[in-house]
Every structure is written in C-alpha cells, then in structure tokens.
C-alpha cells in the first residue's frame, strides 16, 4: 500500500489522461485523415462527395471534440505543461517524421500532383459549387489550409481564451484567412472574375506587381481587375506605411497573413522552438532583407523591360523571376516555411524569408509608434517570454534591464504578455520619440545609493 501523501508529493501523483471523449476527439481526426489516404491510393473515388464530407467533417468534428474537452474542463490560463518531454513538440522522432510529412506534402503538390489527382477528385463538389469549375492542386491545398487554420485557430481560442488580445488577434486571422484567402477568391472566379487575395500584398503576394499580372488584370473584362490593381497598389504604398506607423507591423503579421495565421494557429505548439540565438539573429537579417533586395530589382527589371519591349533586360529579368518564384515563393515559403514548423519553429519563413515582414519591420523599427513595454522591477527572471517568442527575441533579457522592445523582427503576436506571470510586459502604441528605454531598473543597493546621493 502506498502511503504517500500527495500533498507533499514533488511530481503529480494523478498524472493527466486521455479520457474517452478525447480519444474519440482523436479517433476522428484519424478517421478523416484515413478516408484521405483512401482517396489518395483510389478507393471509393467513385463517391467524391461522401469523401469529402467524411473526411473533413471528421477531423474539423473530431479537432473539436478533442479541444473542448482538453481546455474547458480546466481552469483558465496557459498551459504549457510538458512541451519540452513531449517528442513532438521538443524535436523527438514524432516531430521528425510530421516534418518529413509535411515536407514530402509540398515537394508533392509543388511538382509531382498528379499523384494527388485522385484527392483532387474528392474535391470537386465543393470546387463546382464554390468556384463552377473542377477542382485543381491549389483548391485542395487552400483546403487543407484553411481547415487547419480553423481547427487549429478553435483550439487556441480555448487555450488562450483570458486573453482578450489573442481572443480577438486569433478570430481575426480565422476570419481573414477563411474569408479573403479562400471564399472570396473561390466566389471571384464562379462569377469569371480574376482570382485574387485582398488579404495579401506586394512584395509578399510578388506577382501582384509584376507587369504581366497588371496587364492582365486591367485588360480584364468588367473593369474588376482594375480595382485589384488598385487596391494592391494602395494597400502597399499607402495603406501599410500609415497602418505600421499607427500599430507596428502586428496589424498585418499577426492579425490579417495568412502565412502568420498558420503560424499562430496550426503551429503554435512548436513556437518555443525558435532559435534565441545571437547567431540565428545575424543570419536572420541578412537572409530577409536579401530577399526584399532580391523581390525589389527583380520587380523593377520585369517594369524596365516591359517598358522597353524587351529590349533591355529580358531574359536577365524573367531569369529573376523564375528563379524567385522557384527558391524563394516555392522551397522557402512553402517547404521550408512549414515543412520546418516541428524543428525550427513556426516563424521559418516570416523571420527569415519573408520580404513583407522584412519591410514592415524597417518601418516598425524607426516610423512606429508601436512598442512592448516592460516593468522589469516585477521580472522573476522565469524566462517564458523568451522561451514561447517565435521569433526568437529574448524578451527576458530586455524585461531585466527595464528596456521597452523595439524590434524589427517582432509581430505584436502577444505571446510573451500572455504567458508572463507577473505582467511585466504591455503592448503599447504612444510617441514615436523615447520609444527605446534604457533607464536601467534599480533594485537593492543600487536603490540605497541613489537615495543617499538624493
């Protein structure tokens, strides 16, 4: 018989279980990820609706289930518990082989989709009835992308739902990626209008710039792509410069991407596994204003050699377009930039590849008013901040110094406010001027002296 009284016990004696209901929250979502694989080797492809409707009734249902359960039986307040022993979420053999998936998921339906052509099928119900068109590779993946930003997105309203920041920051990205990134182009085209995503922009959306896409979409009949052009043109060049200075570049990053939709949504487990690292800092700065640089000359050699009739600059500026859209659009964004989530974290590609970000944040950093104050006299040193920030800011060591954070890098995401437990950290928008702080906090001896000198 144990005698252990569990009050004085270090380690918890009635360790956490997967009760019925969330194993067949579980059972579900393995069940709907099967009826794809049945799809995918061609069983039952003769019933594409069914398909559809089993596969991805049960792992939105299924992902449902398993949350409600998993966050509403317990009090409010983040729970991280065991993210470091679990192998997924700590780089173990299970966060290996979901990287290898994923990775393996886009080198197919990047160059080899006609080995999804039977998932592609299953599709095209829901193509017809939202586009008029059959399914293609792009509707599938938009798909599965926005379901995963849905239940992924449900989950986090639940695990950070004290928070009314990341209550509101989550239903806006479900909402714009759900919305703009995916009905609304779908409607566009059912009514034989340009496909086009109002909730992305030039230089990150990079095509939208480039002479062909403008030419396109003003020659257009029903005067709808001239609008688009509009709006891309007025979002990048006006729009962003006035909302950055006002709000940082977290209005776009963490409330309207969809790239940090997914990110914050489907990735969020694996956000502590961003590199803290002076060395990764390096390399991220160059790598992302490289890129900007890249996405900028190879924009402006597409309009020279438009504007000369290819006469200057032809086969150098498509060379340049190819090769962006096939290392950076394709391997970085897409390959890399999620593939990578269970390993490096869930921010790859906005804090080493994405030229939006890269732009944005050299706004942040000298236009914006945006800024994270600290209290650093309440900081206990306990590191949270620095551990859950995705982009791999240490916050800590800011918050101990009593310094506000101005970064480029940072997204406004919140986490670190969120998941301090003594609110040292505030998201504060005030005077472009005195946003870097560095009054140094006075505590013990320090404090003695400075009022001996008074």
Known sequence: MDNTNPSLSISNPHPEHTDWMQKSGLVLVLSGLSVLFLAFIGIAKQAPLILFVLSFGMLLSGSVIYTIRTYLTVHEGVKNNHNFSRSLTSRGVLAWMLGILITLFYIIIYWYPQLLQNVISIMNPFSNLLRGRPADRWFLYGSLYTTAVLAMGFKALLKYRYSNYQRIR?????????????????????????????????????DYLFPSTVHSLINHPGG???FMVFWGA????????????????????????????????AGDPFRQLSDKSIKAWKIERWSVYSVLVFIIITTILLWINSITN????????????????????????????????????????????CPMAAILGIQQKFFSRFRITTNGGQCISCGNCSTYCEMGIDVRSYAQKGQNIVRASCVGCGICATVCPRGVLKLENGSVQNRVSNQPILIGNNSVRLNEQL
């Open 170 to 206: 989550t239903s806006s990205v479900i909402f714009f990626q759900l919305a703009f990134s995916f009905l609304i182009p779908g409607l566009l085209q059912l009514f034989n209008q340009p496909e086009f995503y109002f909730s992305y922009f030039w230089p990150l959306k990079y």
């Open 310 to 353: 290819g006469s200057i600059f032809g086969e150098l500026s498509q060379n340049f377009a190819k090769a962006y859209g096939f290392f950076i659009g394709a391997i970085f964004s897409g390959v890399i930039g999620v593939g990578f989530y269970p390993i490096m974290g869930t921010r790859v590609w906005c804090r080493f590849g």
């Open 224 to 226: 709808m792509g001239v």
């Open 234 to 265: 007025a979002i990048t060049f006006i729009a962003t410069p006035i909302l950055t200075y006002f709000f940082g570049k977290r209005w776009y990053c963490s409330w309207v991407c969809g790239c940090g939709g997914l990110a914050n949504t």
